[in-house]
């Protein structure tokens, strides 16, 4: 087995639990929500049923039933003398489940791919013996992306030459490798909570000791605790989404951009930008870019095609100094030895008509928006459904701790989300859901349907004490 986890750090994890009865289920689908969102990982060793009962302050009879339950399905095997561990499920992705026909997945917050890019393959492809004289390893990146990449940053009024981009297969390639060089083991790193969570993974994985700071949807950035943390703590690194951040889809203002900016230079950090969802403009208006640091390489910007042409396109880029790039160069072997030429060369096709994908994206991204809102608003009325300009998602108040709940019930009904939880640094957001609205407005509005149906069943489930808790009637 590859780690263990304690009886009380799990009563943590699980949050709310005791949403429904019986109480030994509502136990088993909290720990099955933890599995499928890779809150907890494969191989876990699990607490004795006596440690977790004592946490959960219930009987040991209903920890052994919640076992059992899991067992059966798959989630956890019971070995002697080691007691229960969590299991792979099924050699799927961590934190995903494969959806079965008819039902609507929402786990992934990503459009299907723009409706031209067949076209550019099938162009590229026609120079196919171009391509393959070329040698086929180049850590850096062919000079022709890079050229057109270093264009776009310079037409948003950010100067860049091509020396001061790498090419990497998709963005969380780009985290992970910038993660490796950047922070060493204990290192101090501030990230937004929530947060996208493979970026958290990555940083984790890099040996970053995370520092949250708070981001909503009415408040946006909480500049005070950034400010403090970053004076408190001097984090090596911050990983920042300016931009319609995953999950709030909250801009930062001009105001914002420049206090943390301001403060991370006060303490040596380096500022990471996940630019993914920057160019997802539905209808904000540009801002102007922000973040023009006074010293060189005290920000980094990263990108990819992944939310903008298709997920399945794997490439995406760094834009930094000169120096970290040679750095990340020299790093990058251990990771991979380049990105594959044939998407390198489509990408450069793209970046040449980037402008009209971004407006046939705009209107889609516009039109799952409105449907999704309309139907969730009408349906849901005590929600706090947000006003979000742009990106690919809705995060939602639901006034009651219930996300796990709520999304184990929506799976049951063909509808597949990630829990508040999923997206928290340092734990919460149980009383968060989000939601994408990259599908087709049909889907999103039947989407919305079966929350509707999925809530009311949960909520009628949950014990009266959690409901009078939240303080909230919908």
């Known amino acids: 087995m590859d780690s263990r986890i304690s009886a009380r750090a799990l009563a943590l994890s699980l949050g709310g639990w005791r949403t429904r009865e019986p109480a030994y ?57 080691s007691g229960s561990v969590t299991l792979p499920l099924g050699g799927r992705d961590a934190g995903r489940v494969d959806p079965a026909e008819g039902m ?51 037409a948003r009024g950010i100067p860049t030459r091509a020396d001061e981009v790498l090419v990497t297969t998709g963005a969380q390639s780009a985290i992970h490798l910038v993660s490796s060089v950047l922070i060493g083991r204990g290192d101090r790193v501030l990230v937004e909570t929530p947060t996208y969570p493979h970026a958290a993974d990555a940083l984790r994985r890099a040996g970053g000791r995370l520092v949250g700071i708070p981001v909503t949807t009415d408040d946006g950035w909480d500049v005070d605790r950034a400010e403090q943390a970053f004076a408190r703590t001097l984090p090596v690194m911050a990983y920042l989404m300016p931009d319609f951040q995953n999950p709030t889809g909250r801009s930062m203002s001009a105001a914002e951009r420049h206090a943390l900016l301001a403060a991370g230079e006060r303490a040596g950090s380096v500022i990471v930008l996940d630019e993914t969802t920057a160019d997802l403009d539905i209808d904000r208006g540009r801002l102007a870019p922000g973040f023009e640091a006074s010293e060189p390489g005290t920000v980094v910007r990263l990108g990819s095609l992944g939310k903008t042409v298709w997920g399945g396109l794997r490439l995406g880029w760094v834009r930094a100094d000169g120096d970290l790039i040679r750095r990340l160069v020299a790093a990058r072997p251990a990771h991979d030895l380049g990105t594959p030429e044939f998407e390198q060369a489509v990408a450069t096709r793209l970046l040449d008509r980037f402008d009209g994908i971004v407006e046939q994206r705009s209107a889609l991204l516009r039109s799952g928006r409105d449907a999704v809102t309309g139907a969730l608003r009408e349906a849901l009325p005590g929600w706090g459904i947000p006003e979000t300009h742009g990106g690919v998602s809705l995060w939602i108040e639901l006034g009651e701790p219930l996300s796990s709940a709520l999304v184990m019930e929506a799976r049951s009904r063909g509808v597949l989300l990630s829990a508040g939880p999923r997206f928290s640094v340092d734990g919460g957001h149980e009383r968060h859901l989000r939601v994408p609205f990259t599908s087709p407005p049909e889907e999103m509005v039947r989407a919305a349907q079966v929350l509707a149906e999925a809530w009311a069943s949960v909520r009628t489930g949950a014990p009266s004490a959690l409901v009078e808790r939240a303080g909230a009637v919908v």
């Open 25 to 81: 289920e509502a136990l088993a689908d909290g720990i099955r929500l933890l599995c499928l969102d890779n809150r907890l990982a494969p191989r876990t060793a699990l607490p004795a049923e006596r440690e977790l009962a004592a946490a959960l302050q219930v009987s040991r009879s209903t920890v052994a039933a919640a076992y059992r339950s899991l067992r059966d399905t798959g989630h956890i095997a019971s070995l002697r003398g």
């Open 104 to 154: 609507i997945d929402l786990q992934q917050a990503s459009p299907p791919a723009w409706p031209g890019l067949s076209g550019i393959m099938a162009e590229t492809a026609a120079g196919a013996p171009a391509l393959v004289s070329r040698v086929g390893y180049d850590v850096l990146g062919r000079i022709e992306l890079r050229e057109a990449i270093a264009r776009r940053y310079a």
